[in-house]
């Protein structure tokens, strides 16, 4: 669907992507996240075309996007619906003329376009609200009306950049459950950019992490935040402050025995005594998946390897 490859882009002398690599399969909700700075607008722009790139290659639904002539941008870009944080709707128009546009610019008649702003409307929970303006929404329905707009053209992909990032936490919720709702109905591809993590656990798939414009991460949730390397630490802020003392054991519970009893199960039958030094479970997406790093005396270390090993699906590591 998307194919990024060695992708670099300068603005003037500075190199704000440099050398990034990704595929974005069709039907996935894929995260873009990084700190303000990293590029990551700046490589959702190269997606639709917005922006030129210096150096590799980005193919966008099988086509190289710096090789297209005007008019096959234009093309390109009618499946390509985008969001944004402070919503860009016309606030002369209401919601009815809103959500038309991308239609009435391309010359569609009248009742085809009526048809279509009617099924958005009921998507996004707004019919009440047709012929309100701007001015008259709050900002969550203000997102749910670019959301439409978005899609009336039936777009196969849908780019989000920083859509939630100027709602409160509940209104964020709600978005991202619409966003979810019209992945999993209309099978749209979905790329959020978010400098928010919360976000990306909630929705994303995997994700891209991005520091001064390189890649320090990319891959499914699960593993980005349940076994960090130490950049992906550094990047979430978290500090481990284990004992230098005897052996610490990391203990990953994949979603499936995330809430077994396994540790204090373990504990009876070695009858050993541990002690648990860090530990957090994490919602991602709609699953539950936990780690915790456990520290025992060296001789120990042994018999508790082998115990998960043989009797568990916990899958360890020994720091
Ligand atoms: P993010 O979306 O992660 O906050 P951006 O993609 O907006 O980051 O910006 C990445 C870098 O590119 C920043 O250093 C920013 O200052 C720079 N930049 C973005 N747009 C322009 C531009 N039009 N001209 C010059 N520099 C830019």
């Avoid at 990084?34 to 150096?55: D, P, Q, V």
């Avoid at 128009?93 to 009526?114: C, E, F, H, R, T």
């Avoid at 702003?117 to 709050?138: C, M, N, Q, R, T």
């Avoid at 991602?284 to 780690?291: A, I, K, P, T, Y």
Wanted: include cysteine; aromatic fraction near 6%.
């Amino acid at each position: 669907m998307i194919d990024i490859k060695h992708l670099s882009k300068y603005f003037n002398n500075q190199k704000v992507l440099d050398d990034i690599s990704l595929h974005v399969n069709a039907g996935e909700i894929f995260a873009i996240v990084g700190h303000s700075g990293a590029g990551k607008s700046t490589l959702l722009r190269c997606i639709n075309g917005l922006e030129s790139y210096s150096e590799g290659n980005l193919s966008v639904l099988d086509k190289e996007v710096k090789t297209l002539s005007a008019s096959e941008l234009n093309s390109l870009r009618s499946h390509i619906g985008m969001i944004f944080q402070n919503f860009s709707l016309l606030n002369q128009k209401n919601v009815y003329d809103n959500i038309a546009l991308p239609m009435s610019v391309w010359g569609y008649d009248k009742d085809a376009i009526q048809k279509r702003v009617d099924e958005l409307l009921s998507l996004i929970g707004l019919e009440h609200k047709k012929f309100a303006y701007p001015k008259e929404l709050s900002g969550g329905q203000k997102q749910r009306v670019a959301i439409a707009r978005a899609l009336t053209l039936n777009p196969k992909i849908l780019l989000s950049d920083e859509a939630t990032s100027a709602l409160d936490p509940n209104t964020t919720k709600s978005i991202l459950e619409l966003l979810q709702e019209i992945n999993a109905k209309l099978g749209v591809t979905i790329i959020i950019v978010t400098h928010e993590m919360d976000v990306v656990k909630k929705v994303a798939s995997r994700a891209l992490l991005l520091e001064d414009g390189k890649v320090i991460g990319l891959g499914r949730i699960e593993e980005l935040f349940l076994k960090p390397d130490e950049k992906m630490m550094k990047f979430l802020g978290e500090d481990e402050e284990l004992p230098s003392e005897g052996a610490n054991i990391r203990l990953f519970f994949p979603s499936n025995v995330s809430y077994q009893p396994i540790v204090t199960q373990m504990a009876r039958e070695l009858d050993l005594n541990f002690n648990i030094v860090w530990g957090k479970l994490e919602k991602l997406n709609n699953h539950v998946v936990g780690s915790l790093v456990i520290n025992v005396d060296e001789q120990t270390a042994n018999v508790v390897t082998h115990y998960l090993q043989t009797k568990t699906e916990v899958i360890w590591e020994i720091l």
